[in-house]
């Protein structure tokens, strides 16, 4: 996974410590993993309720809703309302600064999304686990471990966060949804594609049905 940085090693130790405890002392109970396409991005959608507790609690500075969409680009590209193709070619070929866009709503989920665009997957405590961290992860941080707010979103009520690692062609939006599905539990493939990671949770969920 690339990236610059990484968040102070304590709360690190401390964060694998609480993963280990979820996965051996959880009881095994799913929670909802919705994977959203936007075209030629790839978001994930989570349930407040299912995010477990001291994993992600940056979580809280996000706007309220009973749902989290989560996306994650290139932070110049991704905060323009409309990018020109300059600037799409610019963020696949220069590795460049990363940020995390995040929008609260109330459900139902399915009602949000275009049909066909939403992909709904059942996630167990240790996955949900991994993938909390995954997230908590993605910030950039200040040496306090603070994550740095970059404005309002582009719908709803919504904001950008900084993120710690480099956008560019092998690390897109959509390579990062693909890998927060297999630490979710989904064998993902490593598409660069919303196409790509669509067609991945589309697998698992029926493997699963």
Not at 13 to 35: E, K, N, W, Y
Not at 39 to 44: D, E, R, T, V
Request: net charge positive; charged share 15%.
């Amino acid at each position: 996974m690339g990236g610059d940085g990484g968040i102070p090693l304590t709360q690190g130790r401390a964060a694998a410590v609480l993963l280990l405890a979820i996965a051996l002392f959880s009881p095994v109970q799913a929670a909802t993993l919705h994977v959203v396409n936007h075209g030629w991005h790839s978001g994930l959608v989570i349930r407040r309720g299912d995010i477990p507790e001291g994993l992600w609690p940056e979580h809280r500075q996000a706007p309220p809703g009973e749902y989290l969409e989560i996306g994650w680009g290139e932070r110049r590209f991704y905060q323009t309302r409309d990018p020109s193709l300059l600037q799409a070619l610019t963020a696949a070929l220069w590795p460049s600064p990363s940020v995390l866009h995040l929008v609260g709503f109330n459900g139902p989920v399915t009602r949000r999304y275009p049909p066909g665009q939403i992909i709904v997957l059942q996630v167990d405590a240790a996955g949900m686990a991994r993938l909390a961290q995954y997230i908590a992860d993605a910030y950039e941080r200040d040496a306090e471990g603070g994550i740095k707010r970059m404005g309002r979103g582009l719908y709803g009520d919504s904001r950008f966060f900084a993120g710690r690692e480099k956008f560019h062609l092998l690390n897109t939006c959509n390579v990062w949804t693909a890998r927060a599905l297999r630490l979710a539990g989904c064998p993902a493939g490593a598409g660069i594609t919303a196409e790509a990671a669509m067609k991945s949770a589309a697998l698992c969920a029926a493997q699963a049905g």
